[in-house]
């Protein structure tokens, strides 16, 4: 099983910021990485898929990076409804798994 | 527009069934894989099971932790994708959401999900 791990746990940052943040696979993904965005009581939401393509809607803030084992995603000028928490998903090889989410919370 | 609108989740005891339902629409049904994901409370989401579309024989991958206790079908003349849940236990305990899955050479990403439904497991 492919362990995905992010860092950190918890981001405080200003509105108007911008920030990164990481996913490691425990072994090489290639780009098979998605990224969510979830909000408090709602379902996750697709942002970026094959590491670096953003889904469809998703505004060009939101940008990933990345191949093998080392993944970012980075948000260029956080705004009000970017207060959430983040999870990557890797799906190179079956189980399928998560990390353990970064929460982006206003400082 | 996509619509994934699960049901049937409640309270149950250890060792007992639930089947939760998920019907779709907004999208050609039979053209896609339909999967379970599952979040416990303060955890991250958890894949579970996972049926491919009729292009791939809608054939089926579990997790380790569900495998032989749950059974993913799909019922293509009423949209509706089901998650038969079998001897469970107190782990099994979470939010279960259907996501609509997004093929890649091996696994799949999730475009749509639905808003969940919970399953508590308890004596």
């Known amino acids: 099983e492919i362990v995905m791990t992010q860092s950190p746990a918890t981001l405080s940052v200003s509105p108007g910021e911008g920030v990164t943040l990481s996913c490691w696979a425990s072994?090489?993904?290639?780009?098979?990485l998605a990224w969510y965005q979830q909000e408090p009581g709602q379902a996750p939401r697709l942002l970026i898929y094959?590491?670096?393509t953003r889904a469809t809607g998703i505004p060009a803030r939101f940008s990933g990076s990345g191949s093998g084992t080392d993944f970012t995603l980075t948000i260029s000028s956080l705004q009000s409804e970017d207060f959430a928490v983040y999870y990557c998903?890797?799906?190179?090889?079956?189980?399928?798994?998560f990390g353990g989410g970064t929460k982006v919370e206003i400082k | 527009e996509v619509q994934l609108v699960e049901s049937g989740g409640g309270l149950v005891q250890p060792g007992r069934s639930l089947r939760l339902s998920c019907t779709a629409s907004?999208?050609?049904?039979?053209?896609?894989?339909l999967a379970w994901v599952r979040q416990a409370p303060g955890k991250g989401p958890e894949w579970v099971a996972l049926?491919?579309?009729?292009?791939?024989?809608?054939?089926?991958e579990y997790a380790a932790s569900v495998r032989g206790r749950f059974t993913i079908t799909r019922d293509s003349s009423k949209t509706i994708a089901y998650l038969q849940m079998s001897n469970l236990e107190s782990e099994d305990t979470a939010l279960y959401y259907c996501?609509?899955?997004?093929?890649?050479?091996?696994?799949?990403?999730?475009?749509?999900w639905g808003q969940g439904t919970p399953v508590t497991v308890t004596s």
């Open positions: 094959d590491a670096s």
């Open positions: 072994q090489s993904i290639s780009a098979n």
């Open positions: 996501a609509r899955a997004i093929p890649a050479i091996v696994g799949y990403h999730f475009d749509y």
């Open positions: 998903q890797h799906y190179h090889s079956w189980p399928l798994t």
């Open positions: 049926k491919r579309n009729r292009a791939y024989a809608e054939t089926t």
């Open positions: 907004g999208f050609t049904f039979g053209d896609f894989a």
